[in-house]
T-cell receptor, first 113, second 115 residues
Framework: DAMVIQNPRYQVTQFGKPVTLSCSQTLNHNVMYWYQQKSSQAPKLLFHYYDKDFNNEADTPDNFQSRRPNTSFCFLDIRSPGLGDAAMYLC????????????FGDGTRLSIL | AQSVTQPDIHITVSEGASLELRCNYSYGATPYLFWYVQSPGQGLQLLLKYFSGDTLVQGIKGFEAEFKRSQSSFNLRKPSVHWSDAAEYFCAVGAPSGGSYIPTFGRGTSLIVHP
């Protein structure tokens, strides 16, 4: 089945130690998104790629960066994680930026020690 | 910019009872509307969507939603809830912003199902 895969499902890192989360898709969708979701809150969009075009949300901290080396893969890099960055990180894809619904991975739960 | 409100943080129903989850949006025209469900520890799954046409939309798992322009609402309904429906439900609204339609999510409603 075509799907969105996030690895790892659980990630523990130390305060200030860089961490990378990965997302892959077999849907061949043009758009890939990264969301941060804290407990009992709505997913918060961090950034998205339309093909290779990167779009950062205005309030996304500089500590968060992303790479999309090809259509299938997208990475979220957190350069110096703080305690406030502990959250679920969701990757999603969509065919385009119009009416197409988003397809989500199961997320990566990030814990900061 | 569009906004979406889910006024109920928690909803508790008995198994077999009917369900309605509320969603109100703020946008001048008709936006794209979605309902997603999130089970614990998992990503979001699309239940249904509305773009235009028939205002009553059927989705997966027996859910439906009705778009009411006059009330700026898109409430989710199910006639008989099953214990497996216990999850977090998110309404999302997509409207043009800078040439794209990236949805804005509501804060979610947690559904608790009693046996």
């Amino acid at each position: 089945d075509a799907m969105v895969i996030q690895n790892p499902r659980y990630q523990v890192t130390q305060f200030g130690k860089p961490v990378t989360l990965s997302c892959s898709q077999t849907l061949n969708h043009n758009v890939m998104y990264w969301y941060q979701q804290k407990s009992s809150q709505a997913p918060k969009l961090l950034f998205h790629y339309y093909d290779k075009d990167f779009n950062n949300e205005a309030d996304t901290p500089d500590n968060f960066q992303s790479r999309r080396p090809n259509t299938s893969f997208c990475f979220l890099d957190i350069r110096s994680p703080g305690l406030g960055d502990a959250a679920m990180y969701l990757c999603a894809t969509s065919r385009d930026l119009g009416r197409q619904p988003q397809h989500f991975g199961d997320g990566t739960r990030l814990s900061i020690l | 910019a569009q906004s979406v409100t889910q006024p109920d943080i928690h909803i508790t129903v008995s198994e077999g009872a009917s369900l309605e989850l509320r969603c109100n949006y703020s946008y001048g025209a008709t936006p794209y509307l979605f309902w997603y469900v999130q089970s614990p520890g998992q990503g979001l799954q699309l239940l249904l969507k509305y773009f235009s046409g028939d205002t009553l939309v059927q989705g997966i798992k027996g859910f439906e939603a009705e778009f009411k322009r006059s009330q700026s609402s898109f409430n989710l309904r199910k006639p008989s809830v099953h214990w497996s429906d216990a999850a977090e439900y998110f309404c999302a609204v997509g409207a043009p912003s800078g040439g794209s339609y990236i949805p804005t999510f509501g804060r979610g409603t947690s559904l608790i199902v009693h046996p």
